[in-house]
């Protein structure tokens, strides 16, 4: 009778996860996030920057994934924040500007963005797009070994 019992708990429990299972398609993520994002939800328009970045259910374009970092950027979103100063200093998507790099950069290493912390670090360190400056490179350093350490350290 136990036996009867497991492959019965088995088969319900298989059973829940395979209803459970998310069937919408990429495509159908990629118009969900786009109403959001076109509503104005900054997290929406990082995450539809990622889509169109990654090319997520949609055909990658890089000058429309810097468009909406862009978008969540300027409300404050700092892993947008963060991505459009990445794109800025890489010059893809947008023209090549180690000075915006480092604005957005900042605006992200300021709330606390890990990334964006020891990018900026490095640019203070070798002077590009900002006075090179040993004592910001090493702030920011600082802050971004923190910071992980920190994260590390909250992890189960």
């Known amino acids: 009778m136990k036996a009867g019992t497991s492959v019965l708990v088995l088969s319900l429990l298989a059973f829940g996860l395979v209803s459970c299972a998310d069937t919408e398609t990429r495509e159908q993520k990629f118009a969900n996030m786009q109403r ?10 990082y995450h539809l920057g990622l889509m169109y970045e990654q ?10 994934a810097a468009a909406w970092f862009a978008k969540a950027a300027e409300q404050g979103e700092a892993n947008a924040q963060y991505r459009l ?9 947008v023209p ?4 915006q790099a480092a604005t957005w950069y900042k605006k992200a290493a300021e709330q606390g963005n ?6 900026l670090g490095n640019m203070y360190l070798v002077g ?13 350093h600082k802050k971004s070994i923190k910071m992980k350490n920190y994260a590390d350290s909250t992890r189960d």
């Open 114 to 119: 890990t990334p964006a912390q020891a990018a």
């Open 85 to 93: 100063g990445l794109q800025y200093f890489h010059g893809q998507g």
């Open 128 to 140: 590009e797009g900002v006075p090179q400056d040993h004592a910001k490179a090493a702030y920011w």
């Open 96 to 99: 090549k500007d180690l000075q």
């Open 55 to 64: 090319g997520y259910g949609v055909a990658p374009d890089i000058q429309k």
């Open 36 to 45: 959001l994002a076109a509503a104005g939800d900054a997290g929406s328009q």
